[in-house]
C-alpha cells in the first residue's frame, strides 16, 4: 500500500461518488472504505488522455497472478453496484479491487485480504 497510484480525473470522481455514497456503511465496510480513501487521497490524479493504457482504472479487465499459487485470473473492476464475482466483476471497494487500481501492467501488488496477505502480479490490463 505504500506505492503512489495513478488515477484519471474522471474515476477520481466516480471514486469519490462512490465513497459520499457508502457514509452509513457497516463496521466490515468500512475499512474497505477507508482502504480505497487512502488510495484516493494517495493518487497520483492526471488527465484521461495522459493515463498509460496498462494502468487498472474502473472497468479495466484485469489477468492478475498469484505469485504464491502460480494461478492466474481475470477480473473486471468495477462499481460496487455492478459487482458480479461469478462472472468476474469485482468491486472497487472488495480489497482486491482496491489493491489492483491504479497500478500498472507488471507491477506486484501486496494486499491484505481476508484469508491473509498475498502478493500478486498484474499480467495484462486491457481498458474497455
Same mark, same amino acid.
Given at each position: ?20 455514497? *457508502?457514509?452509513?456503511?457497516?463496521? !466490515? &465496510?468500512?475499512?474497505?472504505? +477507508?482502504?480505497? #480513501?487512502?488510495? /484516493? ?6 488527465a484521461v488522455d ?8 474502473? *472497468?479495466?479487465?484485469?489477468?492478475? !497472478? &498469484?505469485?504464491?499459487?502460480? +494461478?492466474?485470473? #481475470?477480473?473486471? /473492476? ?7 464475482l461469478a462472472s ?18 507488471g507491477d506486484e ?20
Amino acid at each position: 500500500m505504500g506505492r503512489r497510484i495513478v488515477l484519471s480525473t474522471p474515476d477520481v470522481a466516480r471514486l469519490r461518488a462512490i465513497l459520499g455514497s *457508502r457514509q452509513g456503511s457497516s463496521l !466490515r &465496510d468500512r475499512s474497505h472504505i +477507508e482502504d480505497l #480513501q487512502g488510495e /484516493v487521497e494517495r493518487a497520483s490524479v492526471v488527465a484521461v488522455d495522459d493515463l498509460a493504457a496498462d494502468v487498472v482504472t474502473l *472497468r479495466s479487465q484485469v489477468r492478475v !497472478r &498469484d505469485m504464491q499459487t502460480g +494461478e492466474s485470473r #481475470q477480473y473486471t /473492476v468495477v462499481s460496487p453496484l455492478q459487482a458480479d464475482l461469478a462472472s468476474g466483476h469485482i468491486s472497487v471497494l472488495a480489497p482486491l479491487g482496491t489493491a489492483l487500481l491504479g497500478y500498472r501492467e507488471g507491477d506486484e501488488v501486496y494486499w491484505q485480504m481476508p484469508g491473509g496477505p498475498r502478493r500478486l502480479q498484474i499480467e495484462k490490463v486491457m481498458q474497455p
